[in-house]
């Protein structure tokens, strides 16, 4: 089975960076669009950023000038470079692609259990 697995979490202060992946394991065959969100208590899930297959991202207007996103496709992974990091990026991120399996023909659309990020003041 097809499963994204990220890693990266952790309690930092606010001001520092943080960097996560997300790697997509298992019978793949290709990996399509790629991104990340994020849920925070009370909160709806949010968009933080996405990438194309063809390496184009987007990011929510939150992150925007201080997160960076990119893919390796060797590796069938995404990672976001947080910077600058706020107690409002506070949550717990997850990561979404879809892929399309071996010996498929469509493409679904596949989930992360999530990895926390906690910003301290």
């Known amino acids: 089975q097809v499963q994204l697995v990220e890693s990266g979490g952790d309690l930092v202060q606010a001001g520092r960076s943080l960097r996560l992946s997300c790697e997509v394991l298992?019978?793949?065959?290709?990996?399509?669009?790629m991104a990340w969100y994020r849920q925070a208590p009370g909160k709806q899930r949010e968009l933080v950023a996405k990438i194309t297959e063809g390496g184009i991202p987007e990011f929510g207007d939150s992150v925007k000038g201080r997160f960076t996103c990119y893919r390796d496709d060797y590796k069938n992974a995404i990672y976001l470079q947080m910077y600058n990091l706020k107690p409002e990026d506070t949550g717990t991120y997850l990561c979404?692609?879809?892929?399309?399996?071996?010996?498929?023909?469509?493409?679904?659309?596949?989930w992360g259990q999530g990895t926390q990020v906690t910003v301290r003041a």
């Open positions: 298992g019978p793949v065959g290709d990996v399509y669009d």
């Open positions: 979404n692609a879809y892929v399309r399996q071996e010996f498929t023909f469509s493409s679904y659309p596949y």
